[in-house]
């Protein structure tokens, strides 16, 4: 007998998985991915050294002296942009993917962050170059702003620039309302700590309202103190799973290259998965966790106080470096090497029963912690990015002020109504990180196709930032480095006068 909810269970996994998230969207991001690490001969392979050096030389200069308009020091900017992108997708999403398509779907994730990571560092340098300032002199970018500017203003596409900034903002602002971050942690720590599932929501509900009070610079101080913190806490208690597992490691890699290519049979509590699912599961949610191509994080790197685009964008190429290849391999392999993919289980609870094999009931515990510390600078992230839109969408509106923070108090009640849902109806884990895929897929596919029309500008760019940082070639002195170089002199010197 077929119940209704199975029937609502096939009919999204055939709208995300076949449709939103079918081959024309993979073969898109991979296109446009791997376009761009031919014209710059892969730069994020070759240069990977002089991305890990200019990176940790701006988290080290973080402070607000530092030239460069904007809101946030680049650390700040970079804890913020991490905390969004490090936080229950790592945890709760790939363990759902695992779940879906099998260990395999790790390996398509894997080749997601290689040309993710070029992705991530063109969006990046597009948004703080495209980027404008208000009225106080607070700079704020991203790819409705470059959609804009680079699209209409310097290549006056109107149409394509109406259709596209649509689809992104359309697409993006469904994450207001399907948002996982809620579920996934009220969800680890009440199985946890044998809690309400509910009762936890409300309190993450709460401690949510508290992160967002102080709005987007206060999310900056609060990112730097417990972002770093949270990453080298998982890394440790993974990295120390693995080390008694030491012996199964090469088997667990074999199995996720196998199974990338043959699919994986069936084998324990797991049903078995097919190849194209595992592609499509390994690449959408690797796209959640390190966020690129989406444009989300992009619009915190724009407010990010800098002297080039380009040392941002290397900012956001070491970002997805650190979650897919790091936390996201850790949390992969964990469940892999401690057999807990085969259980049935899905999301969080997959990720704190693979802990809770490796390090016993303790351990569980602990991670349910960074659980929860994940979730709340994923949500806070998140909540700063769709600010980014609305004060796109606003402008200098005498409405601004009254709507930003009607939006700041109505921010954390969809994800604690998404609770009460799917804890009523008996919503499985996976069904939620599929709600997840559907808020991704359309903002992705307006944003690649803008960054592949803008990559002239990229490359531009980086060469300007290799003449100006490596000393390779003569400065071109009528070459702009800011898109709004003259405006952005303007508005600062009034502000100084004021």
């Known amino acids: 007998m077929i119940y209704k909810g199975e029937i609502i269970v096939s009919w999204v996994e055939f709208i995300v998985q076949d449709v939103l998230w079918g081959m024309p969207l993979i073969i898109t991001i991979l296109t446009v991915g791997v376009f761009l690490s031919l014209k710059t001969r892969f730069f994020q392979i070759h240069r990977l050294p002089l991305i890990f050096r200019k990176s940790i030389q701006d988290i080290k200069r973080s402070n607000n002296k530092q030239e460069g308009g904007g809101v ?53 340098s597009l948004a703080v170059h495209y980027r404008s300032r208000d009225k ?32 992104f ?14 579920y996934t942690v009220s969800e680890a720590v009440a199985t946890t700590f044998s ?22 610079s206060g999310l900056g101080k609060i990112a730097v103190k417990v972002v770093p913190f949270m990453i080298v806490f998982y890394i440790l208690g993974g990295l120390y799973i693995l080390a008694i597992n030491i012996n199964v490691l090469p088997d667990a890699f074999a199995l996720i290259v196998n199974s990338a290519f043959n699919g994986t049979s069936a084998a324990g509590g797991f049903a078995g ?17 390190n966020e690129a191509g989406w444009g989300s994080s992009a619009m915190i790197h724009a407010t990010a106080k800098t002297d080039h685009p380009i040392r941002q964008g290397m900012l956001g190429a070491f970002e997805v470096f650190v979650d897919t290849f790091v936390i996201c391999s850790i949390t992969s392999l964990v469940i892999i090497v401690t057999g807990a993919w085969t259980t049935g289980l899905d999301g969080a609870e997959l990720t704190l029963a693979a802990f809770e094999t490796g ?18 600078t994923t949500s806070s992230g998140i909540y700063a990015q769709i600010e980014v839109i609305l004060r796109y969408l606003l402008g200098e509106s ?5 709507i930003l923070t009607v939006y700041k108090w109505t921010y954390p009640i969809p994800g604690f109504i998404l609770v009460i849902i799917a804890v009523s109806i008996g919503m499985p884990g996976t069904m939620v990180w599929l709600f997840a895929d559907m808020t991704t897929a359309l903002p992705i596919f ?45 508005v600062t010197e009034e502000k100084k006068e004021a």
């Not at 300007?464 to 002195?477: A, I, M, Q």
């Open 446 to 490: 307006a944003n690649v196709i803008a960054i592949l029309i803008l990559s002239p500008k990229f490359f531009a760019l980086l060469k300007d930032f290799k003449v100006r940082h490596l000393h390779k070639g003569e400065v071109d002195p009528d070459f702009k480095v800011f898109y709004d170089d003259e405006e952005n002199r303007k």
């Open 136 to 167: 106080n002199g607070e700079a704020y970018g991203g790819p409705t702003y470059y959609i804009r500017k680079g699209l209409y203003e310097e290549r006056n596409h109107k149409v394509l620039y109406k259709i596209l900034n649509f689809i």
């Open 72 to 124: 946030l020091s680049p650390f700040e900017a970079v804890s913020l942009s991490i905390g969004a992108t490090v936080g229950v997708g790592n945890i709760g999403g790939v363990a759902a993917a695992i779940a879906l398509g099998g260990p395999g779907a790790v390996f398509w994730m894997w080749i997601a962050g290689l040309v993710g990571k070029l992705i991530k560092m063109t969006e990046v």
């Open 195 to 216: 809690m309400n599932h509910v009762l936890v929501s409300l309190i993450y509900t709460v401690l949510l309202y508290i992160m967002i009070s102080g709005g987007l």
């Open 273 to 289: 998965a097919a190849v194209a699912v595992a592609i499509k599961t390994g690449m959408s949610r690797a796209v959640f966790t």
């Open 169 to 182: 903002i359309f697409g993006f602002g469904t994450g207001f309302v399907l948002t996982v971050q809620n």
């Open 359 to 376: 390090v016993g009931t303790t351990g569980r515990m602990i991670i349910a912690i960074g659980v929860l510390l994940f979730g709340l």
């Open 398 to 402: 005498q409405w601004k002020k009254r």
